[in-house]
């Protein structure tokens, strides 16, 4: 087990209907946020008006930016910081899942900084502030509403790149979870979101640190919770039970207590995210294509490692005279599991030609000479294998 | 499950060698502290000229103030209020375990506060704020170095009385966890600590709140993951995995993560506190006694809970056709490791005699009018039963 630090600070609060009090809960942090949001949910399904209503309630006032999309782009991000410039805002409240607090994030940190916010994501340039970010959150997915991370997508490259950044800075103050916000979600989303609590979980479990049971023990915990309650969610879309339990699980699953301690890969992350940028592909749908490749293409380098996770998160029967075999079962079900609930398993599945597989790979790794991913360091060749395994 | 707020801002600093760096870490929230420890194990270890000797490295002044005992004394409490005033310090350092830490939690709240500390314990009073409290942890046990509890013991009264009490504010701001610290623990100690964190966890998963499935399966890794380290650790004191599990185990059990969204019981804890408070025996061998006593008392009332306790802790085999059996398995399973772990199952194990037995069960529930406990609510004569039960 490795040395670490652990600082979560987000103040949650959880629960059917804690999202009509948002104005209250925001009150004593600002008084003038930017109001950011997606596209048209959030205004069909009635939340941005009682959103609204609360804030209004409260005298918490608001400007507002509509708008962002999935995998959230760079150009939306310097809107929102000149519009916080020009009213002298001084929080922001996303609405909204990853692509949403993202972007918040975003604007949190680009704010305090004079330079190009960009910089943050390509020159490894550290930043050292950010204005209170406060979310409330709409689909159990990307963990952002508590998690150090961001992913922007830079939209003013011929081709676009997609990079995500980690520092405890831009851990919001305030999720506000309301899990009956989830029950109008498309069936996809619902499943692309779990499959990505699952990622974020499986990028922390397959590591070569020893000594680390307890993190393993809660990492299959939290497998095992999606595991269970994403069918009933897909097919009893109000059931608040399977509901509130994938918007926990999907906080927990990223917020870096399941890594304490641990080395991930996240190899399939960066896999992932190249396909995402140049096809706007979900980013649950891209991890469902690419994690169980990767799986199957590293598994043999540690067998007892993969064993444990068929036997302990898919239930499988040891084959005690075949651990390899046991492995793969386990991979097996997982795939069953994904087609299950119907994510793709394949490039062809989504609709993607593999006709620029090997820019994806280079891009994945940084160029020839880089490797990707800590459990199993990757080359482009091997990037480029994994992609062609699920044409 | 039910609604329910968050908040963890304690930064954690955890593994071996951190403990050495405290005054690095400790400089930015204070220059002038009181440092707080017990008796001897810190003075013999050496630790406590380690802790000396960073702060004074860093700069950081501060007041001394040991001799702090297990089941921590309330006069001791007021005997740090009134050095912090009168030397101004700003913060509270605790280089101890859960007794060193409640004291200093309770110091805390006690500078910000004119009236008498013991208003918060026996008046239901609310603190407000506190100055700021450090830690450095040196036993996996109480789990206070995260946890928004203390529990102090009125020296004063005729009959010592034991209270504990529930507040974010008191949260400490920094925990320095270096598990090579619980190497030289006797024995006894590190398997009272270990059943305390199992203990933590118990008062949890015993709840009837429905729809809590993941914090369900997150207690049981915790509870797996005490049942396979502890055993390790008593064998093999110096094994870095296993100490470094339970630490880190330790608070997880008791910083609420287990408790979002369900109601805990509490009732053994607070039976256990009586024989503590009048016999000053261990808080993890009081609840070594009480909690399988409790358990027997009440498993019939909820046989499927025991069961998926007995089945997903225990590994027990179900038993089909008779779920009771299966359930009081489980039971037998835990008796069978307090045996094996040197902690008492009776309170003649303990050399406890039964004759205060009616004083306790009454102070236990506060009175003949009163219940105790969310799972299952006990009367006095309830616990007087439980009690005997276990003479």
Redesign the interface.
Not at 1 to 9: D, E, S
Not at 11 to 17: L, T
């Given at each position: 087990?490795?040395?670490?630090?652990?600082?979560?600070?987000t103040?949650?609060?959880?629960?059917?209907?804690?999202s009509e009090k948002i104005g209250t809960y925001l009150s004593s942090i600002s008084r003038r946020v930017l109001l950011v949001y997606g596209e048209g949910s959030v205004i069909r399904s009635g939340l941005l008006e009682r959103v609204k209503n609360s804030l209004d309630k409260e005298g918490v006032e608001y400007v507002e930016m509509g708008g962002v999309k999935p995998n959230p782009r760079l150009s939306l991000v310097e809107k929102g910081i000149a519009l916080v410039r020009q009213h002298g805002l001084d929080a922001v409240l996303a609405v909204g899942g990853g692509s949403v607090i993202d972007t918040a994030k975003s604007i949190g940190i680009g704010v305090k900084y004079e330079g190009d916010v960009w910089d943050f994501y390509s020159k490894g340039l550290v930043p050292q502030e950010t204005i209170p970010v406060a979310v409330v959150l709409t689909i159990a997915a990307a963990g952002s509403e508590c998690s150090n991370s961001n992913v922007i997508t830079n939209d003013y490259l011929h081709l676009p790149e997609k990079r995500g950044i980690n520092y405890d800075v831009t851990r919001p103050v305030l999720a506000v979870m309301d899990p009956t916000l989830t029950y109008t979600l498309p069936a996809y989303q619902t499943a692309a979101g779990g499959y990505d609590i699952m990622a974020h979980v499986m990028e922390r479990y397959f590591t070569r640190e020893?000594?680390v049971?307890?993190?393993d023990?809660?990492c299959?915990?939290?497998l095992?919770?999606v595991i269970?309650?994403l069918p009933i969610a897909l097919s009893t879309p109000d059931d608040?039970?399977s509901r509130?339990?994938l918007m926990?699980?999907s906080t927990?699953a990223h917020n870096d207590?399941l890594s304490?301690?641990r080395v991930g890969d996240w190899a399939s992350h960066r896999m992932a995210h190249q396909p995402s940028a140049l096809y706007d592909l979900t980013h649950g749908a891209a991890l469902s294509i690419i994690f169980p490749a990767w799986m199957r293409y590293v598994y043999k380098s540690d067998v007892k490692r993969f064993a444990q996770f068929a036997v302990r998160v898919w239930d499988v029967e040891p084959d005690f005279g075949d651990m390899e075999k046991t492995a793969l079962k386990g991979i097996e079900r997982m795939e069953d599991f994904i087609r299950k609930i119907g994510l793709p398993l394949t490039f062809t599945d989504a609709g993607i030609p593999y006709s620029r597989f090997e820019e994806m790979a280079l891009r994945a790794t940084g160029g020839d000479s880089f490797k990707l991913g800590a459990f199993y360091p990757l080359t482009s060749r091997d990037i480029l294998d994994i992609y062609h395994s699920v044409i």
């Open positions: 087990m490795k040395n670490f630090t652990y600082y979560q600070p103040r949650i609060v959880f629960g059917a209907g804690e020893e000594g049971d307890f993190t023990r809660m299959e915990a939290t095992k919770t269970r309650a608040y039970d509130s339990q926990w699980a927990i207590l304490t301690g």
